[in-house]
T-cell receptor, first 114, second 113 residues
Framework: SAVISQKPSRDICQRGTSLTIQCQVD?????MFWYRQQPGQSLTLIAT?????????ESGFVIDKFPISRPNLTFSTLTVSNMSPEDSSIYLC???????????FGSGTRLTVV | GQQLNQSPQSMFIQEGEDVSMNCTSS?????WLWYKQDPGEGPVLLIA?????ELTSNGRLTAQFGITRKDSFLNISASIPSDVGIYFC?????????????FGEGTQLTVNP
């Protein structure tokens, strides 16, 4: 299966600052997905990142708050901008993985905003 | 938006017991996936189902893709302590805008030795 490396694994940030999360895949993939998992909750899709085009955001998520880069077929970043305590969540990247017939996830970035 | 209703929300069982959980939706999905998430980790794929009516096993796990394409269940037989975790169902739809996963709310499983 695809191997996804996500950095940082956790961080504690001050409100009003921004954090950029990196996602590196060991194979080329067309689409990369970014999810948010709020404490004790399920996963919610933030956006889909395609290489060479702007990311597609789900309802309730906007580019100004969650800018995404996708410079090549193995890498993407998600920035959480102007953070508030409500942004405290686990952020996960994912790719469609044909070798396993589903989607593979990174281990996530646990963000705490104080 | 689409919603997946997953039940039960939590289960407390004794080691050796069988477990069953299910997901239902008001929408049709092309694929049903079942994931397990351990603390501090991302979800790990357990079973993928691609056809209505499909029944698939993976060791002690068995899952089925409902005939209406709107539901799925996961069974775990002879539970062991390492089965502890959160189990999520996920439905996939392929749309013109791309592929999209929708997750259920999760089932927290506790296994008492």
């Amino acid at each position: 299966s695809a191997v996804i490396s996500q950095k940082p694994s956790r961080d504690i940030c001050q409100r009003g600052t921004s954090l950029t999360i990196q996602c590196q895949v060991d194979s080329q993939v067309t689409m990369m997905f970014w999810y948010r998992q709020q404490p004790g909750q399920s996963l919610t899709l933030i956006a889909t990142a395609n290489q060479g085009s702007e990311a597609t955001y789900e309802s309730g998520f906007v580019i100004d708050k969650f800018p995404i880069s996708r410079p090549n077929l193995t890498f993407s970043t998600l920035t959480v901008s102007n953070m508030s305590p409500e942004d405290s969540s686990i952020y996960l990247c994912s790719v469609e993985d044909r070798t396993v017939g589903g989607y593979t996830f990174g281990s996530g970035t646990r963000l705490t905003v104080v | 938006g689409q919603q997946l209703n997953q039940s039960p929300q939590s289960m407390f069982i004794q080691e050796g017991e069988d477990v069953s959980m299910n997901c239902t939706s008001s929408s049709i999905f092309n694929t049903w996936l079942w994931y397990k998430q351990d603390p501090g980790e991302g979800p790990v794929l357990l079973i993928a189902l691609y056809k209505a009516g499909e029944l698939t096993s993976n060791g002690r796990l068995t899952a089925q893709f409902g005939i209406t394409r709107k539901d799925s269940f996961l069974n775990i037989s002879a539970s062991i302590p390492s089965d502890v975790g959160i189990y999520f169902c996920a439905g996939q739809r392929r749309e013109t805008s791309g592929s999209r996963l929708t997750f259920g709310e999760g089932t927290q499983l506790t296994v008492n030795p």
